[in-house]
């Protein structure tokens, strides 16, 4: 394993995205913070800019207006970075599947970016906050 | 100094300051994690983030100066290494002149001043926020750490060399003390602290100033901060607080300085709100230009009269 | 004015109407022909007077709908007015928005989603539709496809209009606006703000939604009855207990059921528990917009234990998917009772530290008190709902107006505030959050026995609306039934959607750094604040949401060097 990949995994700042979705995986991403979760002990830190960012947490459906920014931050995040979909949403639009104005899967949308992009699902409506934390840790130690 | 050791000293000195940086910075994120009753990252949180930034890809934005963008966090963090570098030549090695406060001074201007220029050269809105944010409070704060270093000046009888003031501890003294806590709060500004971390948001290196920089140029940063952590408490301690020892009670003592100088800015860290620009530049020029004054007039009479307390 | 006063009031206006019918004491369904519909909407506005709820377009088979739906809060009524557009080519119909800033943005809506020109409207731009949607296709007109193609992609049906920049109204920019961020590490929903500032002072603010417009309306169309509540569950996820019991009130009204007497009481309970969580969260995110990062730390610490609670009853701790058509789900289990009532004494503890915290802190009265008022007056117009209303001294409360689920048999006090300013609804929630626990005990002590579902044949035609107390403010859902298994037509209002608005009444005239507070003060399902910019109109400066949030908490800091105030304390909660 390379040192890159080492260090990635021991400290990973993820940058949260919301692309379209009902504010529960939001909120449950926040809560990942607040001291009952506390995702910074395992060297996890929610940063300010993608660019920062070694993660993206994609949560919500992918609208056809969140769309375009969506692939703007995915372009803004320095690489190597793995995209985390957060939500039953992200990973297959969900119930929202027949929306007009849905344009996801958010996978596709990030493939259509980068088709090499690492891209790890945490499903669950919404996933709760251990089930993140698994989640994270269980794609990290697959790369 | 024997050869052996001299060399010795050359290997270890820029890695330890490093380590020694990196482990203050873990401390500031630990004690805050705890007030909030989180349990903080691990010890060697920060080494991981910067290890890891280094191996990430760095972005240079399409409106921004390459070349500045890339080499100010390079000046920046030569800057404080060398200034570290002295200081631990001075306190360590106590050889004869190689640097004096007037060189210091500059090199401590140099951090700032490379953060002006690579945010600015990235080209992008909200960096341009920081950017004048940073600027006016650089031009708050360094006016009144010129004087504070003045009155030291005057209570070590003229003297400019690190070493000689080293040996001496003008804190010691009614001028001095102003002096050094004006100087204490230049440097909570110069490290970016709260109150006075205008530019930078504190979660991070720097929320505003920062935003477009990835990868290794951002690990630059953090580093140079990491150090600054190290390089600056430690100036304070030359300076104001009689130096460094490199033996027994005196090396204890010397690192006692150097916690409480830290335990102090933490302090301050935590028990303050955030302050307006406008506000620290009234606070910087106004409040602390009259303690300056008074201090500066004090050590006068103190060293016309040789009355050392003064 | 009781229910037959306000029956004699609404036959003043009969010449204009077609018909009125009333299936209900509490239902009434007037109906016109669309070029009435100014005369009649500005009467049942002005003179009755009635509060505007909203506005649905539906697209029947021969002509176009307009429903207007207003409350009469006195008694609990829901007047509906139905307005017929004959004419199918050129659909139009006269704007109410000049006489009422509440519809104006539903009258945007309404012109996306249907094509329907609103005459005299004061700013018909895009709403809820993407910059590039295309031109010309109205996703909720019978006939409609959904585009298939993005437009730099291949395939689209109709000529591509370029972004218009909706956003963009007041001032020309000499810089863009950075589209993608300025993102904060808090950032949650996806909504635009621009405020125009002169100096400090905000003198416009315009909004941009669309982000996170899903088209749950269209979907709910392809479901079938029982399976609606788990998408409108979805619509917000700290409301996921209040939009799918509005919807299941309103089929249960269509289809006359009445749920088991033990399903009602657990619906309430359920709700309740949600208010508290999602009060309780708006007082951390508040505290970190004034820069008490600490109290955002510990409110969402406190708020936990509610998680849980609702966790063991439903099985999941939000999204709880419990409530259906004639019933529950899920029943609370006996058991379960003592666990909750001492989780409940728990939280009703810190929760009392807390607000006394707050309530005696002269920093947060420095700070709050004052600032972002909306005043009544303005608060009707807007039609505002909830919190926002009740710390305006409009007191107004679905669970006490109209009674639905078990809150008619409790006792409970509804909250009221007069100043109207971010302190005033921070008071209402804190105070309302102690309610929600008085309701909880009193209904788990009164939990009937029984089974807690019913059996529902089939949903016979007809239309009905529903609504409840969401966290919020009032959730309103309009349902018709043409006697299949689906949903003809299904119109949602959540309680940011007219609360939101009313920004433009509270926020100018306000500093800039009071703004973020401002916003929050809505609690605009979960905070729409993260995107931000502000344009100032001499200097083109284009402050992003960390300068707002920064300012907003150097003020708190000002106020509290001006006061000398102590740090608040943790020990302090």
């Known amino acids: 394993m390379s040192w890159k990949i080492w260090s990635l995994k021991k400290s990973p700042w993820v940058f949260h995205v919301n692309a379209g979705a009902c504010n529960n995986c939001d909120i449950e991403i926040v809560n990942l913070l607040t001291p009952k979760f506390d995702v910074e002990r395992l060297g996890i830190k929610l940063v300010g800019s993608p660019r920062h960012a070694d993660a993206l947490l994609v949560t919500g459906v992918g609208t056809r207006q969140a769309v375009p920014r969506l692939k703007e931050v995915y372009r803004q995040t320095a690489k190597p970075c793995v995209v985390f979909l957060v939500g039953a949403c992200s990973c297959g639009t969900g119930i929202f599947h027949e929306g007009y104005h849905v344009e996801g899967p958010v996978d596709k949308i990030i493939r259509e970016e980068d088709p090499n992009a690492i891209i790890a699902y945490v499903p669950g409506c919404p996933p709760k906050p251990e089930a993140m934390i698994s989640g994270i840790v269980k794609a990290l130690s697959a790369l | 100094m024997s050869v052996p050791l001299n060399i010795l000293f050359w290997v270890v000195v820029i890695p330890g300051t490093v380590i020694l940086g990196l482990v203050a910075c873990w401390i500031v994120r630990k004690v805050s994690a705890l007030v909030q009753w989180r349990v903080g990252p691990p010890l060697c949180q920060p080494l991981y983030d910067i290890m890891k930034l280094m191996g990430k890809e760095i972005l240079v934005p399409q409106d921004a100066q390459r070349t500045v963008f890339m080499a100010a966090p390079l000046v920046g963090l030569a800057g404080v290494l060398l200034l570290s570098m002295m200081l631990w030549r001075i306190t360590v090695a106590q050889t004869a002149f190689i640097g004096d406060i007037i060189v210091a001074i500059y090199l401590m201007v140099l951090p700032s001043l490379a953060l002006i220029l690579g945010s600015s050269a990235s080209g992008s809105p909200h960096a341009a926020i920081g950017t004048s944010r940073e600027m006016k409070l650089v031009m708050g704060y360094e006016l009144s750490l010129v004087l504070a270093f003045i009155v030291v000046i005057i209570k070590t009888g003229g003297q400019l060399d690190l070493a000689t003031i080293a040996q001496q501890a003008p804190a010691l003294s009614i001028s001095g003390m102003l002096a050094f806590l004006v100087a204490l709060l230049c440097v909570q500004a110069k490290l970016g602290f709260v109150p006075f971390d205008i530019a930078e948001a504190e979660t991070e290196v720097a929320g505003g100033v920062l935003i477009e920089y990835s990868g290794a140029l951002l690990a630059v940063w953090k580093v140079m901060h990491a150090v600054m952590l190290v390089a600056l408490p430690l100036f304070l301690v030359t300076v104001f607080l009689g130096g460094f020892g490199t033996t027994g009670w005196s090396l204890v003592w010397g690192i006692g300085k150097y916690v409480l100088i830290v335990v102090l800015l933490i302090l301050i860290k935590n028990t303050n709100p955030r302050v307006r620009i406008d506000q620290a530049m009234k606070f910087f020029w106004f409040y602390c230009g009259i303690a300056l004054v008074a201090a500066i007039i004090l050590a006068t009479i103190g060293s016309y009269y040789g009355i050392g307390w003064l | ?573």
């Open chain 3, 1 to 573: 004015m009781n229910q037959e006063e306000l029956n004699n009031k609404l036959s003043e206006i009969k010449d204009k109407l077609i018909a009125v019918e009333q299936p209900a004491d509490s239902r009434i369904y007037l109906t016109c022909e669309a070029e009435n519909s100014y005369a009649v909407n500005k009467f049942l506005f002005e003179d009755v007077p009635l509060r505007f709820v909203i506005a649905t377009g539906i697209d029947s088979d021969d002509c176009f709908e307009i429903l207007y739906h207003y409350a009469y809060d006195e008694t609990g009524c829901m007047v509906t007015l139905k307005a017929f557009i004959r004419d199918r080519e050129n659909p139009a119909i006269e704007s109410i928005a000049p006489f009422m800033p509440a519809a104006e943005w539903i009258e945007r809506e309404i012109h996306d989603i249907l094509g329907i020109e609103f005459k005299n409207h004061p700013d018909m731009r895009r709403l809820i539709l993407a910059d590039d949607w295309p031109e010309g296709i109205y996703p909720l007109r019978k006939d409609a496809k959904k585009p298939v193609k993005r437009p730099d992609g291949e395939v689209c049906s109709r000529p591509i209009v370029q972004s218009q920049s909706p956003a963009r109204r007041t001032v020309e920019l000499s810089k863009p606006v950075v589209a993608v961020g300025p993102f904060h590490p808090l950032q949650e929903e996806m909504e635009f703000f621009q405020l125009t500032v002169d100096g400090e002072i905000v003198t416009d603010i315009d909004m941009r939604i669309s982000y996170n417009h899903r088209g749950i309306e269209k979907i709910s169309e392809s479901l079938q009855f029982d399976q609606v509540p788990f998408l409108v569950s979805r619509i917000c996820g700290i409301c996921s207990a209040s939009h799918p019991l509005a919807y299941v009130q309103a089929v249960e009204d269509i289809a006359g059921v009445q749920p088991p007497e033990r399903a009602l009481y657990v619906r309430t309970i359920i709700n309740e528990l949600e208010r508290i969580h999602s009060h309780v969260l708006w007082v951390g995110l508040a505290g970190h917009f004034i820069g008490y990062d600490t109290v955002f730390m510990w409110a969402w610490k406190y708020r936990e234990p509610v998680l849980d609670l609702l966790e063991e009853i439903t099985g999941n701790r939000n999204n709880y998917g419990n409530v259906k058509v004639g019933g529950c789900r899920e029943d609370i289990p006996d058991e379960l009772t003592p666990k909750i009532l001492k989780e409940l004494d728990k939280i009703e503890k810190k929760m009392e530290m807390l607000t006394k915290a707050v309530l005696d802190d002269p920093i947060l009265h420095a700070r709050l008190k004052g600032v972002g008022i909306l005043t009544r007056e303005a608060a009707v117009d807007y039609a505002v709902t909830g919190p926002t209303a009740r710390g305006s001294d409009v007191g107004i409360d679905v669970r006490r107006d109209d009674p639905y689920a078990a809150y008619g048999a409790l006792d409970w006090n509804v909250i009221t505030q007069t100043e109207g300013d971010v302190f005033a609804k921070a008071v209402v929630r804190l105070l309302e959050t102690f309610e929600s626990i008085k309701i909880v005990r009193q209904a788990l002590k009164n939990l009937p026995d029984g089974p807690v579902t019913t059996e529902v044949k089939e949903i016979p035609p007809g239309e009905a609306v529903g609504h409840a107390e969401a966290p919020r403010g009032e959730t309103f859902h309009y349902v018709r039934s043409d006697g299949g298994n689906r949903p003809v037509r299904h119109k949602v209002r959540a309680p940011s959607y007219v609360n939101v608005p009313s920004f433009r009444a509270s926020c100018i005239g306000q500093h800039i750094a009071d703004v973020t507070i401002t916003l929050a003060a809505v609690d605009p399902c979960y905070s729409c604040t993260e995107r931000l910019a502000v344009v100032d109109q001499h200097k083109n400066v284009i402050h992003d949401y960390d300068t707002l949030l920064r300012l907003s908490r150097e003020k708190t800091a000002r106020i509290k060097k001006e006061m000398g105030a102590p740090e608040l304390k943790m020990e302090d909660l």
